[in-house]
């Protein structure tokens, strides 16, 4: 949860600088990172423990075709899930209404999905067949501030715009 809490406000700052042009501590958006923080420890960290906790139980070999099978189990259940948590869980955190949240959720749910569905059975392939069980969290955590800054990305972007980003993959 600790390094969640550190990993998602980082990607909120490094989409920041990059997309939104910030070139100091002082343009930062602090309180959206520290959203990103709160979501990131106390909903993701929890929940991708969990699933990785409950893929290795379900399937507890190494092997490449089992790791394939995980990450595709992965890419229709917890994926998803995920992502629409995000959209729905971080609208909330900015005081938007339920309504909005579900608008939000609705225009950037596909958009995002389709570019992580390029993304992340090939790293959690990877993660599964390579990467030892006790190695697999802190493995994704890094691969996830990258995921994490192109999420902070979508989240910011109007809708048009998170669909012609999807558009690219």
Partial sequence: MLAY???????????????DGKRSWEELDFARAARFSLFGSCYVAPTLYGWVKLSSAMWPASTLSVAITKALVEQVSYGPAAMIAFFFGMSLLECKGV????????????PTYKVGVCVW??????????????????????????????????KQANPEVARKAASLT
């Fill in 5 to 19: 809490a550190a990993i998602w406000p980082i990607g909120s700052c490094v989409q920041q600088c990059i997309t």
């Fill in 99 to 110: 309504k909005a949240a579900a608008t939000e959720v609705s225009d950037k749910f596909w």
């Fill in 121 to 154: 059975p090939v790293l959690q392939t990877i993660n599964f067949s390579v990467i030892s069980e006790r190695n697999r969290v802190p493995f994704v955590s890094i691969c996830s501030l990258i995921w994490t800054t192109f999420l902070s990305f979508m």
